[in-house]
């Protein structure tokens, strides 16, 4: 396949490398997927992993509160701190926007029942943005922020690194099930190539002599997902609008 880059882009932002049109291989969250980029890519495939509160191409998010903390429950969290990695995740944001919605209904009733107040219901005190699934994690940890919901698959990986940082936070419970972050490729990328680079990947997770590093990365195999499944994440965006919560606060 002609074109291959030698080595990975670290100097683009997020955006910048989805929307470049030479893109040849990337991985997006689902949310941002469906929110702007329906032009620009085309699917690849949806990697699984080999972790916990992931089944199949779909994968949860684990709503963390501090080892110590006395939350047992969502319907506790009213008055305290979130914190999310950026408005843009699903993982981190419309997943936990989601859940949060049926909770802060329940636990403010008067308020969901006048609709000049639709869109300014606070469950929480503050919401503070803290860029990464990882500093989210911290802030928790440090006291910063007492709840913040981490992607099962990044929980997982930071486990096995940092497992003095994920021992001091606990799972309160979990988000519902959306697929995974798939892998990308530009919109002008031909079916020829596209086949390729599928067949590339069941290749490399395939091969025996790099299965130490397939699994410190967590892989275990690719599913190929049309851009149907990804309608779930904008239905819990929907869904929590519907309930009169469009944003997490």
Sequence with gaps: ????????????????????????????CGYPLMKGLTGPVRLVATPTYAAPFVEGASY?????VGAGSGVSSLAQLKGKVAAINKPTSHSGYNAFRRLVA?????????????????????????????????????AVAAGKADVAAIDAISFHLISRQMPELTGTVRIVTTTLPAPGLPFITAASR????????????????????????IERLGLSGL?????????????????????GYPRLA
């Design 1 to 28: 396949m002609a074109g291959v880059p030698g080595r990975l882009s670290w100097q683009l932002s997020e955006d910048e490398q989805w929307r470049a049109p030479a893109l040849l291989f990337g991985q997006t």
């Design 60 to 64: 949860r998010s684990l709503v963390v």
């Design 102 to 138: 049926d909770y802060a209904r329940q636990s403010m009733p008067e308020a969901f029942a006048s609709p000049e107040r639709a869109g300014q219901v606070h469950n929480f005190a503050k919401v503070v943005t803290a860029a990464s699934h990882l500093e989210s994690l911290c």
């Design 190 to 213: 031909s079916d020829q190539e596209l086949r390729w680079l599928r067949s590339a990947l069941a290749d490399t997770i395939g091969d025996a002599k790099l299965r130490p590093h």
């Design 223 to 243: 599913q190929v997902l049309g851009r149907e499944a990804y309608g779930r994440v904008l239905a819990f965006e929907r869904e929590a609008e519907d309930m």
